[in-house]
């Protein structure tokens, strides 16, 4: 392992899929973010020094998305490596939609949030998105470095 590699550590993230009428919630990344521009991803980002799982969870999605959730509960952890020079470990989660209409606040790195039936979704997707997805749809709970 090269000396700049021991100096990197992974993310410690959350992300979670949201329903509301037998729809979830998906926002376009935008260019500015750091990685996977375009792609249509869930609420999340990294947890915060002292915080829950459950507080990261509900402070990244009324951040990017101004809306309130509730009923959340852990659905997988997943380490990914899929974006260089952004490896995490994702905490993911579902729950349902509580309140609020969603917006795109323009410094965050998610826009063009929309409700989409989970068997028609637009593509492509944020690689840890479509691992939330599979993990809901399989009940698969374990990722590692995919």
Known sequence: MS???KLKRPKVCVGVIIFKNDQVLLGKRRKTASHGQDEYSFPGG???????FVEAVKRETFEEAGIKIKNIEFLSVINTAKYKEHQAVLVSFRSDWE???PFSPPEENIGEWAWYDLNNLPKPLFYPTATIIDSYKTGKNFYDKE
């Open 3 to 5: 000396e700049e590699n």
């Open 46 to 52: 990294k947890i915060e020094n002292e915080e829950s």
């Open 99 to 101: 309140s609020g209409e």
